[in-house]
Each structure stands twice: as structure tokens, then as C-alpha cells.
């Protein structure tokens, strides 16, 4: 079974829906992160959590919402989805208790088009 | 200008082939480096940390110089397997969290 694991894998939606997309993980990692992903644009950050009370914004964070329900699960919200916001999402986890404390690992990504 | 650039490519080169990538980062207070490798449509996953020291891991050689602010790269006798993405990472200083380049794209030939 995968460590880090994405739910849905691929969805289209029509602009101004809600969407969650969930992250699941059973490494045990406290820290969780959500990217997206674009073209020539690389990776970036939307938000991260190091620990279940504590969530930061990341680099592009305006549109999104995350939820750290508990230390293997963090979720990301498109409140109100609009099509600049299709993309590759990847949820990424790493542990701060390990000497490995920056490499991520990550989940198999959720394409997501809004219409 | 992007904390972490690498030329995005495509590198066409034969099988057995050495191919070489670099990457220059602009933040000084950078501590960890990673290669990662992403193919199409997947996720990135950790090829290599980069240490100023230099590591080898088979067929795979990375370099950090931290006076010029560049890592790299190097792949010897390249299969047909290793074409994909390669991504450059650094840590951003303090704050615990990787910046990634946006990759470059390897594709060996037969």
C-alpha cells in the first residue's frame, strides 16, 4: 500500500463549486504539505503543517483552505474554484524527528480542472 | 529572479551517454540540496540529497559548490530508463521548507 495517498486521483468541476481534495498518509511524518503543479512553473507551495495545530501559508495560498484533521490526514480547499486553478496537486510529508528532517515524499498527485 | 533555476531542456542524448545538469540557487542560507526525479505525470521522488562533499549512488554523481551557488548532476552510461524529469531543490534557509526548480527534462534515445 502507498505511504501518502490522494483522494480523488482526477476531477473536473465547473467554476465557483467547492472542492476538497484529501491527503492521507501512514509514514507518521508531522509535517504535511500541499503543492501545485504548472507548466513551466514547477512546484509550489500553497500550504504547509508541521504539526496538527500549526498550518502556514505557502507561497500561493489566495483561493485555498487546508484542515490538519489529525496528524495522517491534511486536506486542501478550493472554496470557490476557478480555472487558473487547474492543476496537479501533490500532498508531501517529511519528519521532523528523523535526520532526513527535509526530504519529502510524496503522494501521486490529484489533476484537477475547473471548467 | 526564481530562488532555484535549471535549464528545463530536453537533453536528447543516446543510451551510454553522460549527461550533465546544473542548477544555481540565489539563496546564501540554503543548507540541503536534492535531485529528484519526476516522470510524466507522476510524483517527484527523492534520486539523491547533495552534500558539499560531493555522493556518488551508482551511475549517479552529485556536486554542490557553495561558492558559486550551483549543484549538479551528473548521469554516466544513461539508459533508456532514465528519461524523465530532473528536478533541482534546495531547503529555503530557516524556514523548513524545499524550493523546487521547475526541472529538466531527460531523454535518452536508443
Known amino acids: 500500500d502507498a505511504d501518502v495517498t490522494q483522494t480523488p486521483r482526477n476531477r473536473i468541476t465547473k467554476t465557483g463549486k467547492r472542492i476538497m481534495l484529501e491527503c492521507s498518509q501512514t509514514?507518521?511524518?508531522?509535517?504535511m504539505y500541499w503543492y501545485r503543479q504548472d507548466p513551466g512553473l514547477g512546484l509550489r507551495l500553497i500550504y504547509y503543517?508541521?504539526?496538527?495545530?500549526?498550518?502556514n501559508k505557502g507561497e500561493i495560498s489566495d483561493g485555498y483552505s487546508v484542515s490538519r484533521q489529525a496528524q495522517a490526514k491534511f486536506s486542501l480547499s478550493l472554496e470557490s474554484a476557478i480555472p487558473n486553478q487547474t492543476a496537479l496537486y501533490f500532498c508531501?510529508?517529511?519528519?521532523?524527528?528523523?535526520?532526513?528532517?527535509?526530504?519529502?515524499?510524496f503522494g501521486p498527485g490529484t489533476r484537477l480542472t475547473v471548467l | 529572479r526564481k530562488e532555484v533555476e535549471q535549464d528545463p531542456g530536453p537533453f536528447n542524448v543516446p543510451e551510454g551517454a553522460t549527461v550533465a545538469f546544473n542548477c544555481t540557487y540565489s539563496?546564501?542560507?540554503?543548507?540541503?540540496f536534492f535531485w529528484y526525479r519526476q516522470d510524466c505525470r507522476k510524483e517527484p521522488k527523492l534520486l539523491m540529497s547533495?552534500?558539499?562533499s560531493g555522493n556518488e549512488d551508482g551511475r549517479f554523481t552529485a556536486q554542490l559548490n557553495r561558492a558559486s551557488q550551483y549543484i549538479s548532476l551528473l548521469i554516466r552510461d544513461s539508459k533508456l530508463s532514465d528519461s524523465a524529469t530532473y528536478l533541482c531543490?534546495?531547503?529555503?534557509?530557516?524556514?523548513?521548507?524545499?524550493?523546487f526548480g521547475t526541472g529538466t527534462r531527460l531523454q535518452v534515445f536508443p
Open positions: 508531501a510529508t517529511s519528519d521532523r524527528t528523523s535526520g532526513d528532517t527535509d526530504t519529502q515524499y
Open positions: 509514514k507518521g511524518h508531522d509535517r
Open positions: 503543517s508541521f504539526d496538527v495545530k500549526d498550518i
Open positions: 539563496n546564501s542560507a540554503s543548507q540541503s
Open positions: 547533495v552534500y558539499s
Open positions: 531543490v534546495g531547503s529555503g534557509g530557516n524556514t523548513d521548507k524545499l524550493i
